[in-house]
């Protein structure tokens, strides 16, 4: 019974050994990282982790594909840093079949050790575009004219783009000379084009393929060369884990943007109607959520101020006898800086018309309808304290003389009146003397007396 305890007792460590060590990656092996959609923060944060847990495995190689119409300028600069930075050789890789590296992703096959395209593939069109700080695809401009500079500002962004993107292909060996015409021109190129001016050093279909061409490549990683050894290497793929989707949920600029309406209605009816304490609480969290993720986003703060200010203008319509100056101020203002409000026009990063439009509708008619009731029920009698008792009407229940009690609200009151009243009789409240209240005849009791 013992022997075959420790029998089992050992073959249960053994499998719980295998368990352990089943998911570890092969040393040697590949890490893939995928790039699809505009590049924003989130993107930037995915790669940066990707490259580091590469660099943890020991891996052979890094294939990071692309498929992206361009993004943000900061996050493109951070994943680059990372490339540069990163102890394991980097191959971009413009994939699937029909994927495209335009703009941002233009500077990051620049960036790469190793530059590779699909078949069906194009990069190109990284003019920069000096609002917010951003990078668009420009995949629309003619390629034989040259964009014209509108003034200093833009021609500072121009230049410098085309040096950075200048000094990446100095770095890597790559064709300098269509890296500036790439920025200057918007210049597109398709795969075998790239592939024949020196842009990228491989065609492959798919990773497997582009492993077994890469193989035997020497490569500039850091202050050393380094040899690939990337045929037959298992291929490890990580996936963005809950931080990069919340992120990249977020910090979309229609998420972001209704957030920051939620929270405003939440706050906005605990305010009006303190104790619900719901309202309040998901819209504190909608609010700093929403302005979290704003954060990420190249924000106009001309536009945040004409937003608060439109959202402040219809709340004081209500309280305000504007005869609607307020209110339609207030609508023009929210609609200027909802338009306003993100800077730039990168692809993936800008807020729908649709959206402004339903969001102003919406926001004038939920705040006016909502502040209207307000403003009636303000202008509604009061029903309690001494303003409530006034005008009320009450019954005799006791007099004598000038004098006497009578039920007012359910309540037994001292009463005078400059009349003799009788039992019964009802009578309307006129004013209060401390604990008296002085009282009118209303009307003759029923026995006519």
Known sequence: ????????????????????????????????????????????EYVRDGLREAARRNAAAVVLTLDTPGGLQSSMRDIIRGILQSPVPVISFVSPIGARAASAGTYIV?????????????????????????????????????????????????????????????????????????????????????????????????????????????????DRDFKLHTAGAIVT???????????????????AYLLLLVGFYGLFFEFISPGGVAPGVIGGVALMVGLYGLNFLPISFAGAGLLLLGLAFMTAEAFVPSFGALGVGGVVAFALGSLLLIHGDAPGFRLPLGVIGAATAVSAAFILVALSAIWR????????????????????????????????HGERWRARAATVLAPGQCVSVVERRGLTLLVEAERPSSNGS
């Not at 050994?17 to 092996?29: D, I, L, Q, Y």
């Not at 200093?152 to 410098?160: F, G, R, Y």
């Not at 992120?247 to 600029?253: A, D, E, K």
């Not at 509604?380 to 009690?405: K, M, N, Q, S």
């Open 1 to 44: 019974m013992t022997r075959k305890f420790f029998i089992l007792f050992a073959a249960a460590l053994a499998l719980a050994a295998n368990a352990r060590s089943a998911p570890a990656p092969v040393e040697g092996g590949a890490v893939q990282l995928g790039v699809e959609g505009p590049i924003g923060p989130a993107t930037a």
């Open 110 to 222: 620049y960036a790469s050790h190793l530059a590779a395209m699909a078949p069906s593939t194009h990069l190109g069109a990284a003019t920069p575009v000096e609002l917010g700080s951003i990078f668009s695809g420009n995949e629309g401009a003619d390629k034989g004219k040259e964009k014209p500079v509108a003034d200093a500002a833009a021609t500072k962004a121009v230049n410098d783009a085309a040096a950075y993107i200048k000094s990446l292909a100095e770095l890597r060996g790559r064709n300098v000379d269509w890296a500036e015409q790439a920025v200057r021109r918007a210049a597109t190129l398709t795969a075998s084009e790239a592939l024949r001016l020196g842009v990228v050093e491989l065609s492959a279909r798919d990773v497997p393929e582009l492993l077994r061409e890469a193989d035997g490549r020497v490569v500039r990683v850091g």
């Open 237 to 255: 793929k990580i996936e963005p884990d809950w931080r990069a989707n919340l992120l990249s949920t977020i910090s979309n600029p229609t998420i």
């Open 377 to 408: 029920a303000q202008r509604r009698r009061v029903a309690t304290g001494d303003p409530g008792l006034l005008g009320d009407i009450g019954e005799v229940l006791a007099w004598r003389d000038f004098e006497g009690e009578i039920r007012v």
